[in-house]
């Protein structure tokens, strides 16, 4: 049988001006299931995320989504084709309200507002400030409002780049729970500094460092592995 994957990418190397930030990264994303990105600040996880989303195009190295090559493919190209995106910084209209930020969102998705009240029921939080600013909503409720701004577009692909960053560990659990339910339906890429919630999600596991991919391996071999410590260790 053919390896199942949906996302795949092979030697990025990604600049900013003339400092590069990945060199030769390599990754492979299956259909279903978690993957995560671990490693310290600085290591690259967020240019690699970019670099996959569209946001960064890499200088050299190839991305294949679903079977076609999308490496220097518009954002908004990526995202018909199925690629979700939530950035580390949010990723919602702060002046705008919980629910005019859903109803964005929802707005190329058929039934729309079927898909809002699935939303709420996945983040009840959420349901409870539907008239609420988006910006006044705390660090947890705008991770969640913009993981479900990303969904509204039903991704074969999720990507989030630290979900739990600033949040209270009684939310995270909230969100690891979600995100766990959706790798049983579409594949989901998670940046994290939370290792646990990392590995809790993702069968597999990369590990980055000043820009390559320094281990990677199926989570429960990473978990064990002495070299993890070494590798985020600031
Ligand atoms: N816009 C930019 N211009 C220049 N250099 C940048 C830019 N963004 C990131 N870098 C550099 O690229 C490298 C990788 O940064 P990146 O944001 O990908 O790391 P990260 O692993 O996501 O870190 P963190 O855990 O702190 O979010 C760092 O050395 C960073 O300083
Ligand atoms: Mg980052």
Redesign the pocket.
């Known amino acids: 049988m053919a390896e199942d994957v949906l996302l795949q990418a092979d030697g990025l190397c990604t600049f900013?001006?003339t400092?590069q930030?990945?060199f030769d990264v390599a990754l492979k994303v299956p259909s279903r299931g978690g993957v995560a990105i671990l490693?310290?600040?600085?290591?690259?996880?967020?240019?690699?995320?970019?670099t996959l989303a569209g946001d960064l195009k890499p200088a050299r190295g190839t991305v294949r989504f679903n079977g076609s090559e999308c490496t220097r493919m518009p954002v908004e190209a990526r995202v018909r084709r199925g690629i979700g995106h939530v950035p580390?910084e949010h990723g919602v209209f702060g002046r705008l309200t919980v629910k005019e930020n859903l109803r964005i969102g929802a707005m190329a998705a058929p039934r729309g507002e079927q898909r809002i009240d699935e939303m709420i029921e996945l983040f009840p939080r959420l349901g409870q400030r539907l008239g609420q600013q988006a910006g006044t909503l705390s660090g947890g409720e705008r991770k969640m409002l913009a993981i479900s701004r990303a969904l509204l577009g039903s991704p074969h692909l999720l990507m989030l780049?630290?979900p739990t960053e600033g949040v209270w560990h009684g939310v995270i659990e909230e969100i690891a729970e979600c995100l766990e339910q959706l790798t049983r339906t579409i594949a989901v890429v998670i940046?994290e500094?939370h290792v646990k919630m990392a590995l809790r999600v993702a069968r597999y596991c990369y590990v980055?460092d000043?820009?390559h991919v320094a281990l990677q391996g199926p989570s429960d071999d990473v978990r064990d592995d002495p070299a993890l410590v070494r590798l985020l260790a600031p």
């Open positions: 900013y001006g400092s930030a990945l490693g310290r600040n600085g290591a690259g996880k967020t240019t690699l995320l970019k580390q780049d630290e940046v500094q980055m000043r820009g």
